[in-house]
């Protein structure tokens, strides 16, 4: 997984994310990837809403995230439809 985050706006930021998942169809595909703080709060969700079987790795963004003011750094996780959280977890720091 890899990650670029850029500033939008007051306290707003466009985020995209590569996935590499093994996807084999639909029982089983990473279907989102969350924005989440270092507690581990979901601040956001891009859905995938199908299986990337011959597009791998893939990317994909979410724009005009809005992150609580005090929030320099965040996480990004994935999830698929099987084995739900796992995988790295990629940790970056939000541009002022």
Do not use: C
Request: aromatic residues 8%.
């Amino acid at each position: 997984m890899s990650v670029t985050v850029s500033r939008s706006g007051n306290q707003q930021y466009d985020f995209s994310v590569t996935l590499k998942h093994d996807d084999t169809g639909w029982e089983h595909y990473a279907d989102r990837w969350e924005v989440v703080d270092i507690e581990g709060h979901i601040l956001a969700t891009r859905a995938l809403l199908h299986p990337h079987v011959n597009e791998q790795p893939f990317t994909r963004s979410l724009r005009s995230v809005t992150i609580p003011a005090g929030i320099v750094r965040v996480n990004i996780r994935a999830h698929d439809r099987v084995h739900h959280y796992g995988g790295a977890e990629i940790s970056v720091d939000l541009p002022e």
